[in-house]
């Protein structure tokens, strides 16, 4: 087995660990506009440009919208581009993502979760990029400061594969994530930038036959972003689906290249699961509420209860066929969502786990609890009674209740 | 070559292939299809476009089919500029790390009225504030065209499109036109020229100029549109030479803050007996129909008189006195 490489541990926020891996990932293209709590990223980057410690254009743009638009331009003319946003600054991208990931340009973003007004309100939740789902971007969510500085280094190689060619969003918690100093293991320079390589273009046929690089290209002139009707605008957005099916398997296989320079995997890239093997009652989280979920299993795992977690670490692509097989034996889950869908009957994530259950032999009780809203500091007590309350249903053999709000005064 | 060795005769534009090509799906008289043709022609070199969403994007790259034979990008209606950006990033980037040939490489934005006064103008002023080396070309038809006629920042006083209609209460479009130049101008940046594809050599001459100025250079074209306008496709360069003669769109550039005017406009300026009323102009163009109804006929006066003293400003910051006026 190959040696794992050489490792500085610092302390770094989550914020400062994204611009840390942004540096090192050999980027050229980095446009961003400062938005709490993505603000650090920003800065520290704009640090590394003024010391001269980045070979990386630093377009420091008047808008959110010109971020991603500007990111796409540079990653359609070739260049690897980089950008990081959070809540508003997210849902001003939102006409442009989907452009980007239609144009297939594998910008790589960070996206410190904050909600969205009204009312204002600048703290962790997930419903900036939850709003983006259908975006057609990746959607990571780290646990720790430490997933998130990797989870960047994978991003660039995953969105650039030439079977995904999609643009990825790697979301850390807000304030619980960006702004908290965490012992973080960085790479050396000279293994982030071996493991990223230099941008690869994938060839595309031209109408006269010949190969060529993927990229606007005064030699080989290509028409990007062009209007696609009725006849052909339906095969585009199949191809993408296509994209993000690879992208299950790509993101795997990056997971395990990771493993073997740093030691660090995330389960299977996709899901982590935590004591499910033989649990009975199961949460899903995403994100750094898993931290807080681990100790609780644990400690109900001390008590005889045989509880476990499920982390999706990947979101978009849904890792269908790995959230089944995870939780085939469980018998009563929890799915947690930090977002909301009004009107919706639960949170995205719950419609999603509910939704890809249907087709299971063995139909666990499926509740959703919708917590931790604006930031809403959730309890190791609450997140125990999520298990207590599945053992209760388990017990009667109903659902009474289906959505539930941790930690909200009604 | 620069442009003051370029000679931009009608034989050296004939022989120069298009890089704007056939095929496009524009309307008959569309103006803004001939100022891209022309402006393709003026390119020196290797070049990459971006373009906003509006008419002649629909018109160019209707998939699978491209009329650009330069490398095209599109990604919405008010990221042209930011698009340059971009790409202009990219492009010093990657051949600073050596990534692509060091030849230098000319990055165009072309928008409409629409991607350029409106939606478009934070992203135009933020990118040319930023100094991006690169140059804007505003096609202006004076309305959202594309989308059936709605008015613009650019539609002029009086218009009528679908949302500024010449009703019983209001007659067409009480707003004036922006002047969109001149915010240009305010920027600060080492060029800005208006220009008519009617004098075609002079737009070509500012064309090159904007590629050859290091940083933003910004270039507003007026573009007849005989659909939006309700005129004649065969007079769109006529409407094209009247709206310089009237002084509806005069025509001068600003090099590092300093104006002038341009040959077209110096003419009327030297000669102002001979400059035309802005009637000449506005009659046969459906759009201001109303206009010459009698109950109206002070509308029709204050265009002219706006105008006048529109003139009269470009003639001060272009140095001319006021004698002309």
Same mark, same amino acid.
């Given at each position: 087995?190959?040696?794992?490489?050489?490792?500085?541990?610092?302390?770094?926020?989550?914020?400062?660990?994204?611009?840390?891996?942004?540096?090192?990932?050999?980027?050229?293209?980095?446009?961003?506009?400062?938005?709490?709590?993505?603000?650090?990223?920003?800065?520290?980057?704009?640090?590394?440009?003024?010391?001269?410690?980045?070979?990386?254009?630093? &377009?420091?743009?008047?808008?959110? =919208?010109?971020?991603?638009?500007?990111?796409?331009?540079?990653?359609?003319?070739?260049?690897?581009?980089?950008?990081?946003?959070?809540?508003?600054?997210? $849902?001003?991208?939102?006409?442009?993502?989907?452009?980007? +990931?239609? #144009?297939?340009?594998?910008?790589?973003? $960070?996206?410190?979760?904050?909600?969205?007004?009204?009312?204002?309100?600048?703290?962790?939740? =997930?419903?900036?990029?939850?709003?983006?789902?259908?975006?057609?971007?990746?959607?990571?969510?780290?646990?720790?400061?430490?997933?998130?500085?990797?989870?960047?280094?994978? $991003?660039?190689?995953?969105?650039?594969?030439?079977?995904?060619?999609?643009?990825?969003?790697?979301?850390?918690?807000?304030?619980?994530?960006?702004?908290?100093?965490?012992?973080?293991?960085?790479?050396?320079?000279?293994?982030?930038?071996?493991?990223?390589?230099?941008?690869?273009?994938?060839?595309?046929?031209?109408?006269?036959?010949?190969?060529?690089?993927?990229?606007?290209?005064?030699?080989?002139?290509?028409?990007?972003?062009?209007?696609?009707?009725?006849?052909? %605008?339906?095969?585009?957005? @199949?191809?993408?689906?296509? $994209?993000?099916?690879?992208?299950?398997?790509?993101?795997?296989?990056?997971?395990?290249?990771?493993?073997?320079?740093?030691?660090?995997?995330?389960?299977?890239?996709?899901?982590?699961?935590?004591?499910?093997?033989?649990?009975?009652?199961?949460?899903?989280?995403?994100?750094?509420?898993?931290?807080?979920?681990?100790?609780?299993?644990?400690?109900?795992?001390?008590?005889?209860?045989?509880?476990?977690?499920?982390?999706?670490?990947?979101?978009?692509?849904?890792?269908?066929?790995?959230?089944?097989?995870?939780?085939?034996?469980?018998?009563?889950?929890?799915?947690?969502?930090?977002?909301?869908?009004?009107?919706?009957? /639960? /949170?995205?994530?719950?419609?999603?786990?509910?939704?890809?259950?249907?087709?299971?032999? +063995?139909?666990?009780?499926?509740?959703?609890?919708?917590?931790?809203?604006?930031?809403?500091?959730?309890?190791?007590?609450?997140?125990?009674?999520?298990?207590?309350?599945?053992? @209760?249903?388990?017990?009667?053999?109903?659902?009474?209740?289906?959505?539930?709000?941790?930690?909200?005064?009604? | 070559?620069?442009?003051?060795?370029?000679?931009?005769?009608?034989?050296?534009?004939?022989?120069?292939?298009?890089?704007?090509?056939?095929?496009?799906?524009?309307?008959?008289? #569309?103006?803004?299809?001939?100022?891209?043709?022309?402006?393709?022609?003026?390119?020196?070199?290797?070049?990459?476009?971006?373009?906003?969403?509006?008419?002649?994007?629909?018109?160019?790259?209707?998939?699978?089919?491209?009329?650009?034979?330069?490398?095209?990008?599109?990604?919405?209606?008010?990221?042209?500029?930011?698009?340059?950006?971009?790409?202009?990033?990219?492009?010093?980037?990657?051949?600073?790390?050596?990534?692509?040939?060091?030849?230098?490489?000319?990055?165009?934005?072309?928008?409409?009225?629409?991607?350029? %006064?409106?939606?478009?103008?934070?992203?135009?002023?933020?990118? &040319?504030?930023?100094?991006?080396?690169?140059?804007?070309?505003?096609?202006?038809?004076?309305?959202?065209?594309?989308?059936?006629?709605?008015?613009?920042?650019?539609?002029?006083? /009086?218009?009528? !499109?679908?949302?500024?209609?010449?009703?019983?209460?209001?007659?067409?479009?009480?707003? %004036?036109?922006?002047?969109?130049?001149?915010?240009?101008?305010?920027?600060?940046?080492?060029?800005?020229? !208006?220009? +008519?594809?009617?004098?075609?050599?002079?737009?070509?001459?500012?064309?090159?100029?904007?590629?050859?100025?290091?940083?933003?250079?910004?270039?507003? &074209?007026?573009?007849? #549109?005989? @659909?939006?306008?309700?005129?004649?496709?065969?007079?769109?360069?006529?409407?094209?030479?009247?709206?310089?003669?009237?002084?509806?769109?005069?025509?001068?550039?600003?090099?590092?803050?300093?104006?002038?005017?341009?040959?077209?406009?110096?003419? &009327?300026?030297?000669?102002?007996?001979?400059?035309?009323?802005?009637?000449?102009?506005?009659?046969?163009?459906?759009?201001?129909?109303?206009?010459?109804?009698?109950?109206?006929?002070?509308?029709?006066?204050?265009?002219?008189?706006?105008?006048?003293?529109?003139?009269?400003?470009?003639?001060?910051?272009?140095?001319?006195?006021?004698? !002309?006026?």
């Amino acid at each position: 087995m190959q040696s794992i490489a050489k490792q500085e541990m610092m302390a770094l926020a989550g914020d400062q660990a994204v611009a840390y891996a942004v540096k090192q990932s050999d980027v050229d293209v980095v446009a961003a506009y400062p938005i709490t709590p993505q603000t650090i990223i920003v800065e520290k980057f704009s640090e590394y440009v003024a010391n001269g410690e980045v070979e990386t254009e630093f &377009v420091c743009v008047e808008s959110e =919208h010109s971020a991603m638009a500007a990111s796409l331009a540079a990653s359609a003319t070739g260049a690897r581009a980089f950008t990081a946003t959070a809540s508003a600054g997210l $849902a001003l991208m939102h006409e442009m993502l989907f452009v980007t +990931s239609g #144009c297939r340009a594998p910008v790589v973003m $960070a996206v410190a979760n904050r909600a969205l007004s009204a009312p204002l309100n600048i703290h962790g939740d =997930h419903s900036d990029s939850m709003a983006q789902r259908d975006s057609g971007w990746v959607q990571m969510y780290a646990e720790n400061a430490q997933e998130a500085y990797d989870s960047i280094i994978q $991003a660039f190689r995953i969105a650039e594969n030439s079977g995904v060619l999609l643009p990825a969003m790697v979301g850390l918690d807000g304030f619980t994530l960006s702004h908290t100093l965490e012992n973080v293991e960085a790479l050396l320079d000279e293994d982030v930038k071996a493991f990223v390589g230099i941008r690869k273009l994938p060839n595309v046929l031209t109408h006269e036959g010949k190969n060529v690089p993927f990229r606007l290209d005064p030699a080989n002139p290509m028409t990007m972003g062009p209007i696609a009707l009725q006849n052909y %605008y339906f095969e585009f957005k @199949r191809q993408q689906e296509e $994209a993000m099916k690879n992208a299950l398997a790509v993101i795997q296989q990056v997971n395990r290249e990771y493993a073997k320079v740093s030691g660090r995997s995330y389960g299977d890239g996709l899901v982590e699961a935590y004591h499910l093997e033989d649990a009975e009652v199961a949460a899903i989280c995403l994100g750094s509420t898993a931290g807080t979920m681990k100790t609780v299993v644990d400690e109900l795992r001390q008590d005889g209860v045989k509880a476990g977690l499920l982390r999706l670490r990947t979101f978009r692509p849904l890792p269908v066929e790995q959230i089944r097989s995870a939780l085939a034996g469980v018998k009563a889950v929890a799915v947690m969502d930090k977002s909301m869908s009004f009107g919706g009957n /639960g /949170g995205p994530v719950f419609h999603e786990v509910r939704h890809l259950l249907y087709d299971t032999s +063995s139909h666990p009780y499926v509740v959703n609890y919708i917590y931790g809203l604006g930031g809403r500091d959730t309890s190791p007590t609450e997140l125990r009674s999520i298990y207590e309350n599945l053992q @209760r249903i388990l017990q009667a053999g109903r659902v009474e209740t289906p959505i539930q709000y941790l930690g909200l005064r009604e | 070559m620069t442009s003051q060795e370029w000679k931009f005769t009608a034989k050296d534009i004939a022989a120069k292939p298009d890089l704007f090509l056939s095929g496009h799906r524009a309307c008959a008289g #569309c103006g803004p299809a001939t100022v891209l043709r022309l402006i393709m022609k003026a390119t020196r070199g290797p070049t990459i476009v971006t373009e906003a969403t509006g008419c002649m994007e629909v018109v160019s790259s209707i998939y699978p089919y491209t009329s650009w034979g330069v490398p095209w990008l599109h990604t919405a209606f008010e990221t042209a500029a930011s698009n340059a950006s971009g790409i202009e990033a990219a492009l010093k980037i990657m051949k600073r790390k050596g990534r692509i040939g060091q030849e230098h490489v000319d990055v165009i934005a072309f928008a409409g009225d629409g991607g350029t %006064y409106d939606i478009g103008i934070q992203a135009l002023s933020g990118a &040319v504030e930023r100094g991006h080396d690169f140059l804007f070309v505003l096609y202006d038809n004076e309305a959202y065209m594309n989308t059936g006629i709605q008015r613009s920042g650019g539609t002029p006083h /009086g218009a009528a !499109t679908t949302t500024s209609p010449a009703g019983r209460v209001i007659p067409g479009k009480l707003e %004036y036109k922006k002047p969109i130049a001149n915010i240009m101008v305010a920027h600060d940046i080492p060029y800005v020229a !208006t220009a +008519s594809p009617y004098y075609w050599k002079d737009m070509l001459t500012k064309v090159r100029k904007g590629l050859e100025v290091e940083g933003p250079a910004f270039l507003h &074209v007026f573009a007849p #549109c005989p @659909r939006g306008w309700r005129s004649d496709p065969a007079k769109s360069m006529e409407y094209s030479k009247l709206a310089v003669e009237t002084c509806v769109f005069p025509v001068w550039e600003s090099v590092n803050g300093q104006c002038q005017l341009s040959t077209p406009s110096t003419l &009327v300026a030297l000669a102002p007996q001979k400059k035309k009323p802005v009637s000449d102009y506005l009659q046969g163009q459906g759009r201001f129909r109303h206009m010459f109804k009698p109950q109206n006929k002070m509308l029709l006066e204050e265009v002219q008189r706006v105008t006048d003293e529109r003139w009269k400003r470009v003639l001060k910051k272009c140095g001319e006195t006021s004698k !002309t006026a």
